[in-house]
């Protein structure tokens, strides 16, 4: 059936796909906007003293840029958007999402957010405030327009809301028959639960911004103590939402690695109940720590205390995942096409930057290395490349179904690894210069000349990553015009998306609305008839 | 496994999320930029009037598609159900905020508060909206088109009349020269009132929608559960806002 | 009916919420100069070690996963083009003991971890009695520090050494973060509130303070100095800068010195 024709069903689509497809691209333009940002960023501290800029402002509205829109335009749309959209679905047999329209809706609310966002580059008063937007500076004329920063975070906030109300309905009423909760897809599983967060945190943190924008544009006074207010209710409604929000990006990286996992080592997820439930203690867990953002910032010790406690209990649940995916290799049989290179370099990476989140647990070690480049390094590595490689490594796995071509392996490999190395050529050093003590968000380091040779360092690895990303765009444009015809089921994967849907699923997904047969599960390899690795060696 | 599909089978479309998105998520917010970062009034008004034109276009169109057609699963109760939840969390955040800043004050109300009454028999007004739509739904239930209609109209008639009121009150407080940024109880109180009438405003549109499916008997029994839930939360937010702005 | 009077039931509860009365004033961060003892290493030593700590700790978790993975992803590679997985299904026991053991390893290193942590902790927030108190007041984008005979000094903190430093610290305009790298500690100023934070000034030496919350465009360039000084050069120091401020006290009294204590009201040191 292929793609729609005419433009007007593109335009006014209702289909989950399509929608998904408006989220890709609004994410893979975000991801541009805001890596030139931080190519730029790099350039200018590669060396010190002025280089691109003689203007701090310059450079703290590309890291304002940068930052807000790699996590609310890049990570969370990719991840609850086209994920969510594209796959969720399909893997539970459904003809779509629940709400149609309120899923188009949301994605142009997306749209509106992304584009008010790029607003920030044009007008005359960009706001400069950082992702984070600590009033009392937010609230200063020197912050720029704050009302833009509030109002993208609120449309954002109810473009997310919308979908993640569109998705839980999903999940919860159109599982085809014969599909029960315990034979979901770890991606099914994990952005499931990623969309409860956000049901509940979104809101808070939508009402914190809200309220600085009612202080400063219409003369409240909730974070002004002159008027009885107070500045750290902010960073507390904040970082609330902010880091249940990690996870939220967190928990749909990690399902899709899963799934890509499972696919490629034909093995089922280790442990499976387990991994599960470990997905959904990611909810009652996060929502109280969000004071390990704030060790620093006067809180009450006993709260700074409690909240180290809580943080490092985080360990648990995400150890156990850790503990499912390697062990889903084990006595698997592994292939290496392209996605499973992004994965590979994602498991590595995450390990350097979930441990790394340990010392910043403990509030007393917070006291030394708090808003520091070791702050920095460690939610790139979590996040932003972990994140990025499990994103990456998804589109090249579902390249084949999105556009009914293949991609280059060649390319799609050398692009991973140039990635993995690029990233880890800038924030290694990064991490051992943020020890010595250099600071975030800082234009310039002239306290710090001895740090200079890190920063050069760091920056040539922007030139690798760069690369990286050059040849992973090509190889998708080469891909969707000139790649081989792919077939239905190129990985040869359990999983619905791939076994019951056309090379390029048309609209209503199945031909037929499937039924599954009593104990299908998505992972049942060893069931396939196929000879399993013992039996054909001994 | 996968072979051809169904003829019929056909891409769904719609002209009016499209609308209503970049109505809502774009103009809208130029609008209260240019008003209150810019002081471009006529440009505002302008945009505002665009935005709101495409909201409401969109919004018709969206409910003359779905209403009384599709949407029959049922889903939309529990759909509500979560986005009332998600609204508690948002009222929750601000109310924290209120409670910071009420419980940190020396003294309280701040110096500066005038006498202000509490706007008991507004609420007590507004409370019968609860009952009017209550009885709408069971009017529905029987299948009595009209009076259900009929009970939905009174219901909006309630809630115009509770807006009117509260901004009656705030020209009254502002007259006395107790506005926005007074002190810390004008905060609280306008936020909270504020919110609330926010609330009050979009509801009247939920049933303002409603209503003309609802005389021709075509509203589906989900989107009248739907619209019955928000107005109940909406009716015991107004509760809240009463005890806790005005006798805490 | 009974679904009514669990309604009601829920709405009165839902209602009598808002009247539960008033608790005590919010808490508010206040240092507790005399309650605490001397301690035997600076904070700042301390933390060094534990970093370490951490650092081995972690790495060892990290790096027994990554090679664990890495030795699975080589040992397992795909032998011919059907072959199929053959990880076995756990039996429920297996699935219970594959969740309980592993947590229970690393609950125990996090309680090992947390108690190192907290002893630091109460190690850099419990203030030794005999510190000597400076005021801080930070703003866009420079430090003032006030010493207890309302000599200021700017971007330069000058502090006798082998003596425990108390800062009380507030801000006049947005929030700013006072980090000193030699001492490993960072806290942040602001308006409305009074933060504080101690140091043990070990070694005579010149050291660098940054500012480590965002605060506008000079925000990289709000840096400066704190500098050690013997006891006897720094008694001398203060006595000079506190005669030289007596001998244009004219002047002074007419502009009013305003110190960070003076503008955040009661609500501060607890009083
Ligand atoms: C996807 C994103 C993501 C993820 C998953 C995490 C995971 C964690 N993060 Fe991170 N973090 C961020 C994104 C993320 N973080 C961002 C964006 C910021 C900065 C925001 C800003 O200021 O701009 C930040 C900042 C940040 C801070 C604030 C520091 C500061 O500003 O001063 C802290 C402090 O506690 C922290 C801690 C942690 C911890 C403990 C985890 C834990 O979840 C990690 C737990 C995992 C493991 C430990 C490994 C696996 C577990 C085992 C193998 C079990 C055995 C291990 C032990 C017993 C130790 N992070
Ligand atoms: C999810 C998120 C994510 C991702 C993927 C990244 C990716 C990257 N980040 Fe980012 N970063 C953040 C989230 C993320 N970051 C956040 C939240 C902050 C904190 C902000 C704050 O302090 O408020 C931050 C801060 C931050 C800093 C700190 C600056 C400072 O504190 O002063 C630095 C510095 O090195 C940096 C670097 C990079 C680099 C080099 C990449 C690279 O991976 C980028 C790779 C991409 C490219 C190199 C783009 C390729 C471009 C092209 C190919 C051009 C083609 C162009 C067109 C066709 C138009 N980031
Ligand atoms: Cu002061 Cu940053
Ligand atoms: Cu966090």
Redo the contacts with the bound molecule.
């Keep these: 059936m292929g793609q729609p024709k005419t433009w007007k069903e593109w335009v006014f689509t209702l289909d989950h796909k399509i929608i998904g497809i408006f989220y890709l691209a609004a994410s893979l333009v975000s991801f541009?906007v805001a890596?030139?940002s931080?190519?730029l960023?790099?350039i200018e501290?590669g060396s010190l003293g002025p280089t691109l800029t003689e203007d701090a402002g310059v450079y703290n509205l590309w890291?304002?840029m940068?930052?807000a829109v790699?996590?609310l335009g890049?990570?969370i749309p990719a991840l609850l958007g086209f994920f969510a959209n594209w796959v969720v679905p399909i893997m539970i047999g459904a003809k779509d999402m629940a709400f149609p329209r309120v899923n188009a809706l949301s994605v142009w609310l997306l749209w509106s957010g992304i584009l008010l966002a790029l607003c920030n580059l044009i007008v005359p008063d960009s706001f400069n405030g950082?992702?984070?937007g600590y009033p009392p500076y937010s609230e200063t004329d020197f912050a720029g327009n704050t009302a833009l920063y509030s109002l993208i975070i609120i449309v954002l906030g109810i473009s997310s809301v919308f979908g993640a109300v569109n998705l839980a309905c999903t999940v919860m009423f159109m599982r085809a028959r014969g599909i029960g909760w315990y034979q979901l897809n770890m991606t099914v599983w994990c952005v499931f639960t990623a969309n409860i967060m956000q049901l509940i945190f979104v809101p808070v943190l939508a009402a914190s911004v809200l309220l600085l924008s009612l202080d400063k544009y219409l003369g409240f006074g909730f974070y002004d103590p002159g008027q009885g207010g107070d500045v750290l209710l902010y960073q507390n409604l904040f970082w609330f939402y902010s880091h249940p929000a990690v996870y939220v990006v967190l928990l749909p990286f990690l399902g899709i690695s899963f799934d890509i996992i499972a696919t490629f080592a034909r093995n089922h997820i280790f442990n499976y109940k387990v991994a599960v439930w470990a997905t959904l203690a990611f909810i009652p867990v996060s929502s109280d720590v969000w004071v390990h953002h704030a060790f620093v910032a006067g809180l009450p010790n006993w709260l700074r205390t409690m909240q180290t406690f809580t943080t490092l209990m985080i360990s648990l649940p995400f150890g156990l995942l850790m503990l499912s995916m390697v062990m889903t290799l084990y006595k698997g049989s592994i292939e290496y096409r392209t996605p499973m290179h992004w994965i590979v370099g994602m498991f590595f990476m995450l390990i350097i930057g979930a441990t790394t989140g340990i010392p910043n647990a403990l509030s007393a070690i917070d006291y030394g290395i708090s808003d520091s480049y070791v702050i920095?390094s460690h939610?790139?590595y979590v996040?932003?490349?972990s994140?990025?490689m499990a994103i990456f490594g998804g589109i090249y796995y579902y390249f084949p179904k999105l556009t009914g071509r293949m991609y280059s392996e060649a390319m799609g490999k050398i692009s991973a690894w140039l990635f993995f190395i690029g990233?880890n050529v800038?924030m290694g050093p990064?991490y051992f210069i943020g020890i010595e003590g250099m600071p975030?968000?800082?234009y310039d380091y002239q306290m710090f000349p001895q740090f200079e040779s890190m920063h050069a360092l760091?920056t040539v690895g922007?030139a690798i990553?760069?690369i990286g990303?050059?040849i992973m765009?090509y190889s998708w444009l080469h891909g969707m015009f000139r790649g081989e015809k792919a077939t239905a089921n190129p990985w040869q994967s359990q999983s619905l998306e791939f076994t019951h849907t056309d090379v390029i699923p048309g609209p209503g997904n199945f031909p037929t609305p499937p039924v599954m047969p009593e104990g299908w599960s998505p992972y049942s390899y060893d069931k396939t008839g196929a000879k399993g690795g013992s039996e054909a060696r001994r | 496994m996968s072979s051809q599909v169904t003829e019929h089978a056909h891409w769904h479309t719609s002209p009016y999320p499209i609308l209503v998105g970049f109505g809502a998520g774009f103009l809208l917010p130029w609008a209260f930029m240019f008003y209150f970062v810019y002081a471009q009034g006529l440009l505002a008004v302008i945009v505002l009037g665009l935005g709101v034109l495409m909201l409401l276009v969109g919004g018709v169109g969206w409910v003359g598609e779905t209403v009384g057609i599709i949407d029959d699963e049922g889903w939309s109760p529990a759909a509500m159900l979560m986005f009332i939840g998600t609204e508690v969390m948002t009222l929750f955040a601000i109310l924290v905020g209120y409670w910071v800043m009420r419980l940190q004050a020396p003294q309280w109300p701040p110096e500066g508060t005038p006498e202000i009454l509490a706007p008991n028999l507004a609420t007590l007004l507004l409370l019968c909206s609860s009952l009017s739509i209550g009885f709408a739904r069971r009017k529905q239930m029987q299948g009595d088109a009209a009076g259900f209609a009929n009970l939905t109209l009174i219901s909006i008639a309630i809630w115009a009349l509770f807006a009117l009121m509260t901004i009656f009150g705030w020209g009254q407080l502002a007259g006395q020269g107790f506005a926005i940024g007074a002190n810390a109880y004008a905060t609280a109180l306008y936020g909270l009132t504020g919110i609330h009438f926010a609330h009050i405003v979009f509801g009247l549109l939920i049933m303002l929608l409603a209503l003309a499916p609802a005389y021709k008997g075509r509203l589906s029994p989900s989107y009248a559960r739907s619209m019955t839930m928000y107005v109940h939360f909406v009716n015991v937010l107004g509760i809240w806002v009463l005890l806790q702005a005005y006798y805490w | 009916m009974s679904i009514q009077a669990r309604a009601g039931s829920m709405a009165l509860m839902l209602l009598s919420l808002p009247l539960i009365p008033r608790p005590a004033q919010a808490v508010q961060v206040v240092p507790v100069p005399g309650q605490s003892r001397q301690w035997d290493v600076p904070p700042h030593v301390h933390f060094d070690e534990l970093l370490h700590e951490v650092f081995w700790d972690i790495t060892i978790i990290g790096v027994l996963m990554a090679m664990v993975a890495a030795y699975f992803l080589f040992a397992y590679r795909r032998r011919f083009p059907d072959e199929v997985g053959r990880l076995q299904k756990l039996s429920p026991q297996a699935a219970l003991g594959w969740m309980i053991i592993p947590v229970a390893l690393f609950m125990a290193d996090d309680i090992y971890l947390f108690a190192k942590g907290w002893e630091l902790h109460k190690q850099y927030r419990e203030v030794p009695e005999n510190a000597y108190e400076i005021r801080v007041t930070g703003a866009m984008w420079s430090w003032t520090y006030t010493y207890p005979n309302e000599v200021e000094t700017y971007g330069e903190l000058k502090v006798p050494a082998e003596t425990p430093i108390l800062l009380r610290m507030s801000s006049e305009d947005v929030v700013h973060s006072h980090f000193i790298q030699q001492y490993r500690v960072t806290e942040d100023l602001m308006p409305g509130r009074v933060t504080y934070m101690w140091f043990m000034p070990d070694k005579v030496g010149e050291y660098v303070v940054t500012c480590r919350e965002y605060c506008g465009a000079g925000h990289s360039s709000m840096y400066g100095k704190v500098i050690v000084m013997a006891r006897e050069e720094f008694d001398a120091w203060l006595e000079s800068e506190a005669a030289a401020i007596s001998a244009s006290a004219t002047v002074a009294s007419a502009q009013q010195v305003v110190s960070p204590a003076a503008d955040v009201s009661a609500r501060d040191f607890g009083r």
Excluded: E, K, N
Aim: net charge positive; aromatic share 10%.
């Design positions: 541009l890596g030139t931080a190519a960023m790099r501290l890291l304002t940068h930052g790699m996590i890049f990570q950082m992702w984070t920095m939610f790139h996040m932003a490349i994140g990025a990233m800038v990064l975030r968000r800082y760091a922007v990553t760069t990303v050059l765009l």
